[in-house]
């Protein structure tokens, strides 16, 4: 089976997703602004979706920063093909990211 045959379905699959997700809060937005009265409670959401995304962009930053130094470790170790240590090294990589945010994050929730 050819890789095209696996990555263009998904591709496809995860752009439908995100765009049927990009709709639903656009209507959702347009429905709270034409709501009388609804001024504080959408300054509040629009508040609380800014800190979202800058902790988002923490989370990824820290996922990218881990899994280039678990990706360095597999490198220097001179590992080669597919083992479960490469793997478990970025497993482990991905797992300290998350923890490491999840404390960064606790207070702010």
Do not use: H, N
């Amino acid at each position: 089976m050819e890789l095209k045959q696996i990555i263009v379905p998904l591709a496809l699959f995860v752009c439908i997703t995100y765009a049927f997700r990009v709709l639903v809060d656009a209507v959702m937005r347009y429905r709270m602004l034409r709501e009388p009265g609804t001024e504080d409670l959408l300054r509040s959401i629009l508040q609380g979706e800014q800190a979202e995304r800058r902790l988002s962009s923490l989370r990824w930053g820290l996922l990218a920063t881990f899994l280039a130094t678990g990706f360095a470790i597999i490198d220097l170790l001179g590992l080669r093909e597919v083992t479960p240590g490469a793997i478990g090294i970025l497993l482990a990589a991905t797992g300290l990211s998350q923890l490491l945010y999840f404390a960064l994050t606790r207070d702010r929730r």
